[in-house]
């Protein structure tokens, strides 16, 4: 299944690794590290100015301008009637 995370982009759900609260670059030490490796490799994709979630892959992040909260119920969603 696929996932449509903003911005006409739609990512396969099994590639997907966490979904996060933009916040967390501001809290977490980690998430800043990650964002920051990612970004200097060209892996990062999006607008960091309009986004509110990290969207982490295996290949990469993908800012969204769509909260997390949605994003995760989204994701139930098509699990649910996956299933």
């Known amino acids: ?16 690794v966490a979904i996060l609260s933009k916040e967390l670059l ?10 920051a490796r990612l970004r ?7 607008n960091i100015k309009e986004a509110k979630t990290l969207v982490v892959t295996r290949t990469g992040i993908i800012l969204s301008n769509i ?3 949605t994003l995760v119920r ?3 969603r098509l699990e649910d009637s996956d299933r």
């Open 1 to 16: 299944m696929y996932l449509h995370v903003g911005q006409d982009i739609m990512v396969a759900t099994d590639a997907i």
């Open 26 to 35: 501001d809290t977490s030490k980690d998430v800043r590290e990650l964002y």
């Open 40 to 46: 200097s490799e060209g892996r990062v994709s999006g």
């Open 67 to 69: 909260s997390a909260n």
């Open 74 to 76: 989204r994701a139930g």
